[in-house]
């Protein structure tokens, strides 16, 4: 980590413990729901209900964080999650657990968000990639890590969720026996708003893909242990196949990221969404043939999974003005949550009917739906903008995305400043009103004269860019 901000290896170390937890109780959760015979349309509501606290957590949150600090909104979410995963050992209730799942919602968005705007204002233009690269692989090495945690301790005790509560509870103490500061601010774009239906119209592949991403991962996550249970793997197969399927995700987030930067990424999302379709129909017949081949079959089907929003993303960005990238990516991000909100329950309404693998028919149809719609835009004629485009490079994301700050965090974001030329400026260029006559120009010294010229100059692009605004 040579040549990186102070402030961030110490982050890291706070991000690794907070993911291992994240990790232990996101699989934990799904094992002890079907050892306590909770029946799947609970467990799909339970799972729903940490989407949508991440999601109101997304919005009222950060006020906090601009309000009072990073380091205190890290601090009390983290307390947050320490709590509600011990909670969740005491009291073995599903109805108790729908409220914490909604509060460690919420805890987690702050956390992110804090890790997240803390790396963006920590990056410059020279270290954004070599920050974005330790990120994801410290994210995704992590969370794998604590799904591995399971094997730890018997999941049908309050051991594991003690755990979690500890590891929360340790991501705090670097932050708090190292005198660091907040993040450094970091200059934005003027960014403009850009209407959901304007978006739609530009890249409805993008917006589609946001939406399916969310609806898929979030129904992976929330089910998948539930789905193994109930298979009959033992814990330390469900762990292992949780892990070993999110670890796919980083050697896949590189590989497909390059192949879209070739060809169209339509065409990638739609070879992307066909495969989900095909490994979603067979898994059940690759589950009853061998453990080994379920996992095969599985990891082809992450693989595709934990890259779809990072290519929709992208592919949206293709499209956008630089100044319009950070409403759009929030609006991506509005659109993901909902995904991820109706996800889990409508998985977990499906295997009621169908049986465990209705989770992966849930996939594999949502991967159909997908499919259809990219072949239809895809096939389309296309118009002369559509012709011309040209795309921008990918920048790979983590599996757990927040909106507002990953537009900055990506290393193709240039922060742009208005830069004046004190000393050359002419008035009649500026077309200032302000700019003194030659008889009355000042002489006490050339520094009072640019300092009047510098005036004159920031007053003229001031009435060119607000035309509506008094002086």
Same mark, same amino acid.
């Given at each position: ?28 959760? +799904? ?17 729903? %209900? ?46 108790? @657990? ?24 920590? %990056? ?9 690269? @330790? ?10 890590? +604590? ?14 969720? %003690? ?11 670097? $932050? %708090? ?54 298979? +009959? ?85 293709? @499209? ?37 693998? +209705?989770? @992966? $028919? ?58 004046? =030329? ?45 035309? =509506?605004?008094?002086?």
């Amino acid at each position: 980590m040579r040549g990186l901000p102070a402030t961030l290896p110490i982050l890291f170390v706070c991000e690794i413990s907070f993911l291992l937890g994240h990790g232990l109780i996101m699989t934990l959760l +799904g094992v002890r729901m079907s050892l306590e015979g909770f029946p799947s349309q609970m467990a799909g509501l339970l799972m729903s %209900s940490f989407s949508l606290g991440f999601v109101l957590g997304s919005y009222f949150l950060e006020k906090r964080i601009r309000s009072v600090g990073h380091i205190r909104v890290f601090a009390a979410c983290a307390a947050m999650l320490a709590v509600t995963a011990m909670l969740h050992g005491i009291w073995i209730n599903p109805w108790a @657990w729908l409220v914490w799942r909604v509060a460690g919602g919420a805890a987690t968005a702050g956390l992110l968000m804090v890790m997240e705007s803390w790396v963006s204002g920590e %990056s410059s233009n020279e270290n954004r990639g070599k920050v974005l690269g @330790w990120y994801l692989v410290i994210s995704t090495l992590s969370l794998a890590g +604590g799904q591995w945690m399971l094997n730890i301790a018997d999941p049908a005790t309050a051991v594991l969720f %003690s755990v979690a509560g500890m590891l929360f509870a340790l991501s705090l103490v670097p $932050l %708090s026996i190292h005198r660091i500061h907040g993040p450094s601010q970091s200059s934005h774009d003027v960014a403009h708003k850009i209407r959901l239906k304007e978006l739609f119209k530009r890249a409805p592949v993008g917006l589609v893909g946001a939406f399916t991403a969310g609806l898929m991962a979030q129904a992976f996550f929330a089910m998948t242990p539930f789905f193994g249970q109930e298979i +009959g793997l033992s814990t330390s197969q469900t762990a292992q196949f949780m892990a070993t399927t999110t670890l796919v995700a980083l050697v896949a987030q590189w590989s497909l990221g390059r192949i879209s930067d070739r060809l169209d990424r339509r065409k990638v999302i739609l070879c992307m969404a066909a495969v989900m379709a095909v490994t979603g129909a067979f898994i059940s017949a690759a589950a009853s043939y061998s453990y080994l081949a379920l996992l095969v079959v599985a990891c082809l089907h992450t693989a595709m999974l934990h890259t779809l929003y990072s290519l929709s993303l992208a592919h949206t960005n293709d @499209w956008l003005e630089p100044s319009e990238i950070i409403a759009a990516n929030a609006k991506l991000m509005i659109w993901y949550g909902i995904g991820s909100i109706i996800g889990p329950f409508s998985a977990s309404l499906v295997m009621q009917f169908l049986g465990p693998e +209705g989770l @992966w $028919l849930f996939l594999g149809a949502a991967a159909l739906a997908l499919a259809v719609f990219v072949s239809v835009r895809l096939y389309s004629a296309p118009t002369a903008a559509e012709q011309a485009i040209e795309q921008e490079p990918y920048a790979p994301m983590p599996i757990m995305e927040t909106p507002h700050y990953h537009s900055e965090l990506d290393p193709r974001h240039e922060p742009q400043q208005l830069e004046f =030329d004190f000393v050359n400026y002419h008035y009649e260029d500026a077309g200032s009103n302000d700019a003194p006559a030659e008889d009355e120009a000042p002489a006490e010294s050339v520094m009072d004269a640019g300092e009047q010229r510098g005036r004159a100059a920031i007053g003229a692009a001031g009435r060119r860019i607000y035309p =509506d605004r008094a002086d």
